[in-house]
């Protein structure tokens, strides 16, 4: 493992206590690994653990940990003991390859790690065998305080190396591999073989079950999907965008932040009523509408408008960086716009170029107009690909909003093909070509007839993004890029893709509190709650069974560490920023107890959900800030992701992907025992829930 202050069986620290401090402080965890050695043969006999906490099985013999073997001589087992168990007492025990019993404890008084040092020096391990026989192995014991930077190295080591890691149990980063002996779930925790038996329809308030968020419709380029015009098929595809920030009308006297919103401006919005509003899910945006028509495009607006005081839905990312422009950048850069290129009309059609150029103007002008009552970064949604145009961009920007320009470049005819093919099943533009073959052939004219027109960006600040699709390789060029804002914008840019992949989320198990109606607090599941773990395992394991690389995310705290526990054959990873809302003086109390002895707090709660910060705790603005690096982190996966996490927590996180409101996330439902499965995609994002449990 990495660095970390170390403590063996002997009782001798490799590392001083100032390091060991600044680990704690870092969130370290204590990392333990087991050995034992015997040399006389007992193969069908195979050595365990168990203690005092749930990962190793709670002094439940039928719950300890196997060790595996590393040898022929010797046996192994690692976990990371819960930071929140400062002591740990263990017992080795043996147990038949095959059933349960018999079951031998070793002699001996428990052996007790506390705060990372062995108490005691029993370094043999002796097992009284039923003909008198005493066995005895020798004992290794080592206690690491790991930071979870070395467990994610350590997993990525694993990855690398493809060695089955033997790290077991609940640390940051962990691996369970499928026994031999498959799954032990009981049968009231099995699942029918349909996964579709368990499908349930999404909570009104939501609206969004069925519903395809218009996110970012085709990988490359994105504007295309707005066009309807003929032409032939290029070589190379190119767009660019821009976006506007306001961190003015963020950042609130109160400190915290007010507002923040992002929109999305298609010219062609304003003349093609089959448009939806584009949502880039990414940054946040205006509301997704089915239709947008000239006026349910401004109503649409307005809506977002009337948020300006508040912070849409999950931009924490971008929200956190615009308050810190507003503290630290310069302050002419009020707005900043993201402009798309790729023209859509042939150069030689004035006619064409006219209303063209009239339509980019109107958008340009709701969207200043939009900024002006607190839109803070809009994308500009169009082609733009030649200079005239981006002149006129710009002239009509000085003084109202800072222009970066985002092209992206493929040269990967595979991936434009795709595009291409995706963009006539899905788009609207295509919905009334029931030809397949004659909507490709004007699509590739559309394409050529860019290509003649195009001139790569080279005025301005701009952000170009080459052959970066695929996630291999790819180029990324900044020009005249400054200030906290954009540079976080190009850091989102890097991270986020189109690569569909599912993102499964879900609440823990019941918890023992969640039955006594208490908040907060790290109690372990309820009956019930173990039931649905057993489900979730089952669920995870027939719907992600081809997901090689998929993997779980849990908070540290028990009950969604519980949660995972039965999932076995993906990486586990503990984010402390999955942890549910700080409930501080109030944590562990049931809300009648809080409207009993402190009900200003209540009150105050009840009237801003959304900012109210429990004394010593969080509001569930804090909860959104401290998201953007699992919301960076999601963006950034390619493959399959299961969150388990806690309420308030995922009605943040669904809220991002999903685009909901920021008002509304402290009330979005997310119910116990049901899964949200967001499918991420090309074709934007789309919703199903899974009800479990009855
Ligand atoms: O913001 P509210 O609606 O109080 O919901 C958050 C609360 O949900 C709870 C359950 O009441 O979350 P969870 O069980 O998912 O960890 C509390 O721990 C938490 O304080």
Known sequence: MGAGASRNAEGGSHGGE????????????????????????????????????????????????????????????????????????????????????????????????????????????????????????????????????????????????????????????????????????????????????????????????????????????????????????????????????????????????????????????????????????????????????????????????????????????????????????????RHLAIVLTADFFRADNPEGMEARNEVAALAMDDMTAWMQEGGQVGIFDATNSSRSRRNMLMKMAEGKCKIIFLETICNDERIIERNIRLKIQQSPDYAEEPDFEAGLRDFRNRLANYEKVYEPVEEGSYIKMIDMVSGHGGQIQVNNISGYLPGRIVFFLVNTHLTPRPILLTRHGESRHNVRGRIGGDSVLSDTGEIYAKKLANFVEKRLKSERAASIWTSTLQRTILTASPILGFPKIQWRALDEINAGVCDGMTYEEIKKNMLEEYESRKKDKLRYRYPRGESYLDVIQRLEPVIIELERQRAPVVVISHQAVLRALYAYFADRPLKEIPHIEVPLHTIIEIQMGVTGVQEKRYKLMD
Request: aromatic letters at 8%; one cysteine or more; hydrophobic letters at 35%.
């Open 18 to 333: 100032e390091r060991e401090e600044s680990l704690d402080q870092a969130g370290g965890q204590l990392y333990v690994s087991l050995k034992m050695e015997n040399y006389k043969k007992k193969g069908d006999i195979i050595p365990h653990v168990y203690g005092s906490v749930p990962l190793v099985g709670s002094w439940d013999s039928s719950k300890a940990l196997s060790m595996e073997r590393e040898s022929a001589s010797m046996w192994e087992l690692s976990f990371v003991v819960p930071p929140n168990h400062e002591t740990l007492d263990f017992k080795f025990l043996l147990k038949p390859k095959y059933g349960y019993t018999p079951c031998i404890v070793e002699e001996g008084p428990n052996r007790l790690l506390t705060g990372g040092t062995l108490q005691g020096d029993a370094r043999l391990a002796l097992f009284k065998l039923d003909n008198e026989e005493v066995l005895e192995y020798r004992v290794f014991i080592k206690a690491d305080k790991v930071s979870p930077f070395d467990l994610a190295a350590s997993w990525r080591a694993y990855q690398d190396n493809l060695r089955p890691s033997t790290v077991r149990g609940i640390p940051d980063v962990s691996i369970n591999a499928v026994p031999e002996t498959g799954r032990e779930n009981g049968s009231s925790a099995s699942l029918e073989l349909d996964l579709e038996h368990y499908v349930v329809p999404a909570p009104s308030i939501s609206a969004n079950s069925g519903l395809v968020y218009a996110a970012n419709l085709a990988e490359n380029p994105r504007s295309l999907v707005i066009t309807g015009v003929s032409v032939d098929r290029p070589a190379t595809i190119k767009e660019m965008e821009i976006v506007i920030p306001d961190p003015s009308k963020i950042y609130s006297g109160s400190g915290m932040v007010e507002s923040k919103s992002v929109g999305t401006f298609s010219p062609l919005q304003k003349q093609d009523s089959h448009r939806g509003l584009f949502v880039d899910r990414g940054v946040g945006s205006p509301r997704l509408v089915k239709s947008a028509s000239a006026t349910t495009f401004s109503f649409d607006l307005k809506l977002d408008s009337e948020t300006k005081n508040s912070m849409p839905a999950a931009a924490g990312a971008v929200a956190a960086a615009a308050v810190a422009d507003q503290m630290l950048g310069p302050k002419e850069d």
